[in-house]
């Protein structure tokens, strides 16, 4: 089992590096990783300088991306922030598989009673449009950093509740897992050795798929004010604030959403290419539900 | 086919009786009193005491659920902690400039998708296809309040051909409407073309690969019959259904679109009920919102079934 997933990887990896846009996909993502890990040491000058001269600059020398209305290094701002997005887009989704995997697992395993209750519950969750319930959330628990990540964890939880279900459901009927069941071995036992490593595929595809969405709603969420708060920067709010300057200062909406678009296309394109190997069959469920904000 | 609706029926009313209880657990989750927080600095212990009993605050949980829900089912959401309004008619006052938005945005989607989809299928691997691909990937990636920022720096910046933002009634003023629902739509509608557009091309390159595709061409009918008499008809039947679901969470309002635009709808509502911390009437809206998803999922899956026999003997 263990050698055949070796093989399931390196030919994963195999058939990513013969994939120019999926390359290309990990490299934008490499470097914003160096970028929201070292984006601090990285900014030209500190995010909250403010220099009331250097007002509504645009792009030079000094100033690459300009400056904003109080005069501050866009770049700089910019720079910093991808830590914001990559933070909350790994925590949120992290939420979300963690939460979601275990109702997915539980409900697709005993099915009965706990999967139609469990699998009901998700159902109401994705009854709502995924912004709506986000800003809902935030909006009842305080917009801020952590509750922005909770709220997006929360709208994503029932995409991989149904994921990992259906992976479950056609596990459990194997060969393997009804001798597992036959000598005996405990539920516990059965879902870690059997049922896990053979749904990892389509949960890895969602993972990374649902990464670009949570980027997306993080800006989304940051744009009407829900997101971290200022004077920290985040891009979906740099874009709320330059709005009002577009006719004029143009670097102030274009820098702050092509970082956006930049991240979410490297997610989509690193996602797309892991669906192709590891799972071609699988749904784009994340496309299917990317309600428009 | 009765049996299917029924069975449908029953479900959406199980999943919207729990959207009420989600809806209803929002107000408890917020730190506090909520009358308190929503009246901030213009509190008065009349008010106050007025907007609890009102919102039935001074039951207990389990009273104030089965109150809500009694309520919501004769069309009483409560009142707004702002104005004092029913949040029936506030929400339903800004329904038709979500509609008029949300049908715009999919009729450019669909105009969009359509021929794009199926000629990148029927052409696949060609030129066309490539660049419907590179559109599709681009749709799914681009935010649609960035793209709309560029079309309003484009558009009414450099250009000068439509305003910037604001609304017109379609009742009032088509050619008014007409100048300020353009961007907004387009914004919207583009993103939602390419996402049909991919459902568009992976559905009728599935079909072609049928054998009774491959029997119309083996009896030596020309493409173009083989693709409007038997393709599309099959490969348009699960793009329905992507189409009313994106219908449906457009209905939901476009909440960033719409604060973008200043677009007097039911997500520019659900902002200023955030802003406002008007609880009532964001519960209102959201619940709206749920209500009307549920009900487009439920006709789409009934049509579906009437288009496609197979589903309702699953």
């Given at each position: 089992m263990s050698a055949a997933r070796d093989s399931q990887a390196r030919r994963a990896l195999s058939a990513l590096r013969h994939d120019p846009p999926a390359v290309a996909g990990a490299v934008v993502l490499l470097a914003l990783v160096v970028v929201g890990t070292a984006g601090r040491w990285l900014?030209?000058?500190?995010?909250?300088?403010?220099d009331v001269d250097q007002?509504?600059?645009?792009?030079?020398?000094?100033?690459p991306f300009g400056t904003d209305e109080l005069g501050r290094d866009v770049l700089s701002r910019v720079l910093v922030a991808a830590r914001v997005s990559l933070e909350v887009g790994v925590v949120s989704v992290g939420i979300a598989l963690l939460v979601g995997a275990g109702i997915g697992l539980v409900a697709g395993y005993y099915r009965g009673w706990v999967d139609n209750v469990l699998m009901r519950g998700m159902d109401v969750l994705f009854a709502f449009p995924v912004l709506l319930l986000a800003v809902a959330i935030v909006a009842v628990l305080g917009p801020g950093l952590l509750t922005a990540m909770i709220a997006i964890g929360v709208v994503y939880t029932p995409i991989f509740a149904r994921v990992t279900r259906a992976g479950v459901l056609s596990v459990r009927e194997q060969v393997f897992v009804r001798a597992a069941v036959s000598i005996g071995a405990s539920d516990l036992r059965i879902i870690r050795r059997h049922v896990l490593p053979n749904i990892a595929a389509p949960l890895i595809v969602q993972t990374s798929l649902s990464l670009a969405f949570a980027i997306l709603s993080e800006a989304a969420l940051s744009f009407l004010?829900?997101?971290?708060?200022?004077p920290a920067p985040a891009w979906g709010r740099m874009l709320f604030d330059g709005r009002g300057f577009v006719t004029e200062a143009w670097w102030l909406g274009f820098f702050p959403g092509a970082a956006i678009f930049l991240t979410v296309l490297a997610f989509n394109l690193v996602g797309d290419a892991l669906r192709d190997v590891l799972?071609?069959?699988?749904?784009t469920l994340g496309e299917a539900s990317r309600s428009t904000t | 086919m009765s049996r299917f609706v029924l069975r449908r029926l029953l479900q959406s009313a199980v999943v919207l009786l729990g959207v009420t209880l989600v809806v209803f657990l929002l107000l408890q989750l917020?730190?506090?009193?909520p009358v308190r927080v929503a009246l901030g600095?213009?509190?008065?212990p009349q008010t106050y005491e007025a907007l609890r009993t009102r919102a039935g605050l001074d039951r207990p949980l389990v009273a104030q659920y089965f109150s809500y829900v009694g309520r919501a089912v004769t069309g009483d959401l409560g009142v707004s902690?702002?104005?004092?309004?029913p949040v029936t008619r506030i929400v339903l006052e800004r329904l038709p400039a979500t509609l008029s938005l949300a049908l715009t945005a999919v009729l450019i989607a669909v105009l969009v998708a359509f021929p794009l989809g199926v000629l990148a299928a029927v052409r696949s691997g060609s030129a066309l296809d490539h660049a419907a691909r590179v559109f599709s990937q681009f749709g799914v990636s681009v935010p649609d309040f960035w793209m709309g920022i560029m079309g309003i720096l484009l558009?009414?910046?450099?250009?000068?051909?439509?305003?910037p933002s604001g609304y017109v009634p379609l009742t009032e003023d088509p050619a008014g409407w007409l100048a300020h629902v353009l961007l907004p739509a387009a914004t919207v509608g583009l993103v939602t073309a390419s996402i049909l557009t991919r459902f568009i091309r992976s559905s009728v390159l599935e079909v072609l690969s049928a054998d009774y595709v491959r029997t119309a061409e083996a009896k030596g009918l020309r493409t173009r019959v083989v693709v409007l008499r038997h393709v599309l008809r099959n490969a348009l039947i699960p793009v329905i259904t992507v189409v009313a679901v994106q219908l449906a969470s457009l209905l939901g309002g476009v909440i960033v679109v719409e604060v973008l635009f200043a677009w007097p709808g039911i997500g520019r509502l659900t902002y200023d009920a955030v802003q406002a911390r008007d609880y009532p009437v964001l519960q209102g809206a959201v619940l709206l919102v749920a209500a009307l998803f549920l009900l487009m999922n439920l006709l789409v899956d009934i049509l579906y079934a009437r288009l496609d026999p197979r589903i309702t003997a699953r």
């Amino acid at each position: 089992m263990s050698a055949a997933r070796d093989s399931q990887a390196r030919r994963a990896l195999s058939a990513l590096r013969h994939d120019p846009p999926a390359v290309a996909g990990a490299v934008v993502l490499l470097a914003l990783v160096v970028v929201g890990t070292a984006g601090r040491w990285l900014a030209p000058a500190g995010v909250n300088d403010v220099d009331v001269d250097q007002m509504l600059h645009p792009p030079s020398w000094a100033h690459p991306f300009g400056t904003d209305e109080l005069g501050r290094d866009v770049l700089s701002r910019v720079l910093v922030a991808a830590r914001v997005s990559l933070e909350v887009g790994v925590v949120s989704v992290g939420i979300a598989l963690l939460v979601g995997a275990g109702i997915g697992l539980v409900a697709g395993y005993y099915r009965g009673w706990v999967d139609n209750v469990l699998m009901r519950g998700m159902d109401v969750l994705f009854a709502f449009p995924v912004l709506l319930l986000a800003v809902a959330i935030v909006a009842v628990l305080g917009p801020g950093l952590l509750t922005a990540m909770i709220a997006i964890g929360v709208v994503y939880t029932p995409i991989f509740a149904r994921v990992t279900r259906a992976g479950v459901l056609s596990v459990r009927e194997q060969v393997f897992v009804r001798a597992a069941v036959s000598i005996g071995a405990s539920d516990l036992r059965i879902i870690r050795r059997h049922v896990l490593p053979n749904i990892a595929a389509p949960l890895i595809v969602q993972t990374s798929l649902s990464l670009a969405f949570a980027i997306l709603s993080e800006a989304a969420l940051s744009f009407l004010g829900l997101g971290i708060q200022p004077p920290a920067p985040a891009w979906g709010r740099m874009l709320f604030d330059g709005r009002g300057f577009v006719t004029e200062a143009w670097w102030l909406g274009f820098f702050p959403g092509a970082a956006i678009f930049l991240t979410v296309l490297a997610f989509n394109l690193v996602g797309d290419a892991l669906r192709d190997v590891l799972d071609p069959r699988q749904l784009t469920l994340g496309e299917a539900s990317r309600s428009t904000t | 086919m009765s049996r299917f609706v029924l069975r449908r029926l029953l479900q959406s009313a199980v999943v919207l009786l729990g959207v009420t209880l989600v809806v209803f657990l929002l107000l408890q989750l917020v730190p506090g009193d909520p009358v308190r927080v929503a009246l901030g600095t213009r509190f008065d212990p009349q008010t106050y005491e007025a907007l609890r009993t009102r919102a039935g605050l001074d039951r207990p949980l389990v009273a104030q659920y089965f109150s809500y829900v009694g309520r919501a089912v004769t069309g009483d959401l409560g009142v707004s902690f702002r104005s004092g309004q029913p949040v029936t008619r506030i929400v339903l006052e800004r329904l038709p400039a979500t509609l008029s938005l949300a049908l715009t945005a999919v009729l450019i989607a669909v105009l969009v998708a359509f021929p794009l989809g199926v000629l990148a299928a029927v052409r696949s691997g060609s030129a066309l296809d490539h660049a419907a691909r590179v559109f599709s990937q681009f749709g799914v990636s681009v935010p649609d309040f960035w793209m709309g920022i560029m079309g309003i720096l484009l558009f009414a910046g450099v250009l000068g051909w439509l305003p910037p933002s604001g609304y017109v009634p379609l009742t009032e003023d088509p050619a008014g409407w007409l100048a300020h629902v353009l961007l907004p739509a387009a914004t919207v509608g583009l993103v939602t073309a390419s996402i049909l557009t991919r459902f568009i091309r992976s559905s009728v390159l599935e079909v072609l690969s049928a054998d009774y595709v491959r029997t119309a061409e083996a009896k030596g009918l020309r493409t173009r019959v083989v693709v409007l008499r038997h393709v599309l008809r099959n490969a348009l039947i699960p793009v329905i259904t992507v189409v009313a679901v994106q219908l449906a969470s457009l209905l939901g309002g476009v909440i960033v679109v719409e604060v973008l635009f200043a677009w007097p709808g039911i997500g520019r509502l659900t902002y200023d009920a955030v802003q406002a911390r008007d609880y009532p009437v964001l519960q209102g809206a959201v619940l709206l919102v749920a209500a009307l998803f549920l009900l487009m999922n439920l006709l789409v899956d009934i049509l579906y079934a009437r288009l496609d026999p197979r589903i309702t003997a699953r």
